[in-house]
């Protein structure tokens, strides 16, 4: 895998992958769809990129929201109580 | 309760429907601000100017864009304000990030999922400081809050063409430098 990861992609695979991109996102248009993964399934290389892009980006999405600090909701409220305090005078 | 009943009761002047609307956003307002800055404290000064923005401007707030988009735009504002202000006076916000994202409490289930889940946000964290603000900002916003592209071009001024490139970009920046942990893993 790092092998294929660490080679650059010749340059005609290079200018695909803006379209996997879009493909990952649904973005491509059906004929460019299935030119796409007609190439996938062509050239190793490109499956090997456009795989290791889609688990980069599933992993990430699936990333949980980070908690808040300790405290910081109570301290938040009493920045919210005081912009109101304000307002009132 | 619905959430567009929770803001016109806020802009009725009820405390209560505001601070339960602060309650709903607050933990995604914090992880997008943590994720762009790399630093707790000022992450948590983001949250904190959000809301107040939010709340001074609440009676301007007509509901045409969804609460959530706007919360995200303000935070993101904030945050970048930060970053150019923190470049002007010549620091460095990489270092930081890495001690702030070991400071964060775990919340996986499992051991195991834990120390993955650890290790990977660390290491995302880290090279999602590398990247130029903007990008940043794309892949905080489009991959991981999961907004739509044109929302996100919307909330950074980009054109969509503009925000697609460092969209792409971005991701294989990610990908290369993630590489080594998908392998391992």
């Known amino acids: 895998m790092s092998k294929i990861m660490n080679k650059n992609i010749d340059h005609h695979c290079k200018r695909m992958t803006s379209a996997f991109s879009d493909y990952l996102d649904n973005r491509l248009k059906k004929q460019l769809c299935q030119r796409l993964e007609v190439h996938l399934a062509e050239c190793p290389d490109c499956k090997m990129y456009f795989d290791t892009l889609k688990m980069t980006v599933t992993l990430y999405r699936s990333l949980e929201q980070e908690p808040l600090p300790e405290g910081a909701e109570k301290r938040l409220f009493a920045t919210i109580k005081l912009a109101r305090s304000k307002n009132r005078t | ?185």
């Open chain 2, 1 to 185: 309760m619905n959430e567009d009943v929770l803001l016109q009761q806020a802009q009725a002047g009820n405390y209560r429907s505001f601070n339960q609307l602060v309650k709903i956003h607050q933990s995604r307002v914090y992880s997008v601000a943590l994720r762009l800055l790399g630093t707790v404290s000022e992450a948590e000064d983001v949250l904190q100017e959000t809301f107040i923005a939010l709340y001074k401007n609440l009676h301007h707030f007509r509901g045409g864009s969804k609460l959530s988009t706007y919360l995200f735009r303000m935070a993101t504002n904030f945050s970048l304000m930060k970053l150019r202000r923190s470049k002007r006076r010549g620091h460095d916000s990489t270092h930081l990030s890495l001690s702030a994202v070991e400071e964060l409490p775990d919340t996986a289930v499992t051991p195991l999922e834990s120390l993955l889940n650890s290790e990977f946000r660390a290491l995302l964290d880290q090279h999602l400081q590398k990247l130029p603000d903007k990008d940043r900002a794309v892949i905080v916003l489009r991959d991981i809050e999961g907004l739509d592209g044109a929302q996100v071009a919307k909330i950074l001024g980009l054109s969509l063409p503009a925000m697609k490139s460092k969209l792409h970009r971005s991701r294989e920046f990610l990908r290369k430098n993630l590489s080594v942990y998908l392998k391992e893993n």
